[in-house]
């Protein structure tokens, strides 16, 4: 058998200092199964990819990759023993075309596909093609998949198992007027969800009856583009609940186990962003129950491999069924953490027919874990997610606690085509509240330019009070937005001159290499120091705070020293530039404080990552450039992201108001209604259903105003 059992006894490991990264792995004295894994095929991408392949690694087995044309130079194509294109890059064409993996999976060789999470991972019908091409399916049975993957089918099989279950409709009839009904019956706020969602695809909050009908009609366009069905159910909206899951695990032998709670109640657009285990202030005996309830949840349907019990908790701890999701989820790390377990290594274990490693009084807790998740978005512009090249990447180190599950790596691009995830930073420490420092510090470590990220964000969020109290629930975002999203200041003038510094700095570097390579070693006007006979030399410099234009006005004195003036403010400014491995430091003294950061400059920006921060000042673009990029913008509606027109409300000669919709775009799975900026007549439509906007292009033109008035 090629999934060869490890040869340390729980006991042994016991006895030695808590290590999260362990695996633990009973010893047994003969071998489980007959199923032989020597290879399989992991029909993803990214970092769930790059995961499998890891564990894969060690355990002997050979991985085979499969990509899409965007994907071609990805790590996880570097990774595989081997690699396969199958398609163009929309995950229609190439991902999810199951016909396309089986015969990949055929020609390679291999044993078993693993589905990682997202795209095949819950598709019942993959998982029947593979068992009938006498394929392992790397995950539970076909008929598990079905029926917890429609959620009226799962809320009747958890309430016939005596799982707690929350009120609301799960029917067949599927009219307008018969949702409305049902909505009204069960009480505003409701959810609207999607039969076969997950991910937060397809879900939508009515918080009245006036809004149902809009907010049902986006639900079910997001449900179809998603999972191609757009049946939907009505729940009633728990306020304010916290969000907690319970991963559970089962084998082909009848045995189920669970590994405590995840809270994963911090979320933005229904999608989770940070995640932690165990649940801060869940007592011993919630915990049991919740445990014991997921067991049984998984039991019901004969359940096998991994898989998470999704609950909503109320503030008296009482919790109810909300949905399963029959994959390895995201935030499994955190329950690596808190374990000492490899789960995708059981996985690989079970799918050969072994049993589950360790019974329930086997499986530990210790200490506590989060996940931070790193996206390519906009926080301020609603997380609007984004897309682009990762100019500059530089991580906090990985060891025994800190784990960066990641497919990218600097020079690589975040594709319009797929989720705008970068990585996820995981960390673990022996209680709440040192994790939760170990997580800070390592966020501050994380730097990235070329696109805007969300980690600033997290900073804020994990710094937040209430989060540090453990006080979290599905609304904290919007509760405490804030103090999460506070006014932003002008950049303090100590930062701005650091930000001088280090751009005078890094001309002298390049024009100290000019002039070694011309061998002009002695003329005094290759030397950018500022020093000049019998002249003081003063130079002004114009950087960008924002919008803010600021003006500093160097003076070069002796021995690299500066002095700067803003405004009516003096500043003693001195430093070097330090490079330290792949990394370039900023160490600068002003006013005799001084300073370490790490200084990037590209796109004519200074970036300063600081332990306690960072800082971007522009350098301002000429106007005339600055005219033609904004040009036509002040006229009529743009593209906030790059994405693919999904639905087009107007047309030429139409009036609209301020807010009316005037297009639905589709870009990173997300469906983002693009609204009239103002009043006026429609002039030009200038994108069809179906076309692709880049980011910034006019996406309708407006009539200028006299034009209106004739």
């Known amino acids: 058998m090629a999934l060869v059992r490890g040869r340390r006894c729980l006991w042994a490991l016991q006895r030695q200092p808590w290590n999260p990264a362990q695996r633990l792995v009973k010893c047994v004295s003969s071998t489980v199964g007959g199923h032989n894994i020597g290879k399989i095929l992991i029909a993803n991408r990214g970092e769930i990819a790059c995961r499998v392949m890891r564990t894969a690694k060690k355990m002997g087995v050979k991985s085979v990759a499969v990509y899409s ?35 990949v999976a055929k020609a390679s060789a291999v044993e078993a596909i693993h589905p990682g999470y997202g795209f095949l991972s819950e598709n019942t019908e993959f998982a029947e093609l593979c068992k009938q091409e006498g394929i392992i399916f790397i995950g539970p049975p076909s008929s598990a998949i079905r029926d917890m993957g429609i959620k009226s089918t799962s809320k009747a099989i958890m309430s016939a198992a005596g799982v707690p279950v929350v009120e609301g409709y799960h029917g067949e009839d599927q009219s307008d007027e018969c949702l409305k009904d049902h909505a009204k019956r069960i009480g505003y706020p409701v959810m609207i969800k999607a039969v076969r969602g997950g991910g937060g695809k397809g879900m939508r909050i009515a ?21 191609n069905d757009d049946a939907m159910l009505i729940e009633k909206f728990v306020d304010n609940p916290r969000h907690v899951e319970v991963q559970v695990f089962g084998d082909q032998h009848g045995n189920a186990v669970y590994l405590f709670e995840r809270d994963c109640s911090v979320q933005r657009r229904h999608q989770k962003i940070i995640e932690e285990a165990p649940g801060p202030g869940i007592n011993p005996q919630v915990r049991k129950r919740l445990g014991e309830a997921a067991v049984k949840a998984a039991k019901a349907v004969n359940y096998v491999g991994a898989g998470t019990v999704e609950f909503i908790m109320d503030s008296q701890h009482n919790f109810y069924f909300m949905e399963m999701n029959t994959r390895l989820q995201v935030e499994h790390p955190v329950t690596e953490m808190i374990t000492g377990t490899d789960l995708v290594e059981w996985q690989l274990r079970v799918a050969a027919g072994e049993k589950i490693p360790l019974k329930q009084e086997e499986i530990l807790l210790r200490g506590h874990a989060f996940e931070a998740r790193i996206y390519a978005e906009d926080p301020n512009n609603n997380f609007m997610p984004g897309a682009g090249p990762l100019l500059h990447l530089s991580t906090p180190p990985p060891d025994s606690f800190t784990r960066i599950e990641t497919g990218v790596r600097q020079g690589d691009e975040v594709s319009v085509h797929y989720d705008p995830m970068i990585a996820k930073l995981v960390v673990w420490a022996e209680d709440r509240q040192a994790a939760l420092r170990k997580l800070r510090y390592s966020l501050h470590q994380y730097n990235i330019v070329g696109l805007s990220t969300n980690i600033d964000f997290l900073l804020s969020l994990s710094e937040h009070p209430q989060f540090e109290a453990g006080n979290v629930h599905t609304n904290f975002i919007p509760q405490h937005y804030d103090e999460l999203f506070p006014a932003k200041k002008a950049t303090r003038h100590e930062v701005v001159c650091q930000a001088a510094l280090g751009l005078i700095l890094k001309e002298k570097m390049a024009t100290d290499a000019f002039r070694d390579q011309s061998g002009d070693k002695f003329s005094p006007f290759a030397s950018s120091t500022g020093r000049r006979i019998n002249i003081c030399y003063t130079r002004k410099l114009s950087l960008l705070d924002g919008e803010n234009i600021v003006d500093v ?8 020293s500066y002095t700067m003036q803003i405004e009516d403010k003096m500043f003693v400014v001195s430093g070097e530039i330090l490079n330290e491995g792949d990394s370039v430091y900023l160490r600068s003294s002003v006013n005799g404080t001084v300073c370490k950061s ?113």
Request: proline share 5%; glycine share 6%.
């Open 69 to 103: 044309e965007a994907d071609k130079n990805s790590i996880h194509v570097a990774m595989a023993d081997e690699a396969y294109c199958i398609g163009p890059a929309p995950s229609q064409q190439s991902y999810l075309a199951m016909e396309k993996i089986i015969k």
């Open 207 to 227: 918080h009245s009856e006036k809004e149902f009908l809009d907010q049902l009609e986006s639900a079910r366009r997001e449900a179809k583009k998603s999972f």
């Open 553 to 560: 006005a160097v003076s070069y004195g002796k021995e690299g």
């Open 598 to 710: 790490k200084l990037v400059i590209l796109d004519n920006t200074i970036y300063l990552f600081f332990p306690e921060g960072s800082a971007q000042i522009g350098l301002p673009v000429p106007k005339y450039l600055s005219a033609v990029s904004s040009a036509g913008t002040q006229r009529g509606a743009v593209a906030p992201m790059t994405g693919t027109v999904e639905k087009v409300f107007v047309k030429a000669g139409d009036a609209v108001q301020i807010g009316d919709p005037l297009m639905v775009m589709i870009a990173m799975k997300m469906e983002h209604t693009i609204r009239a900026p103002k009043a006026g007549v429609i002039k030009k439509v200038h994108f069809q259903e179906g076309a692709q906007a880049n980011r910034h292009a006019p996406l309708v033109e407006f009539m200028d105003e006299e034009a209106e008035s004739k």
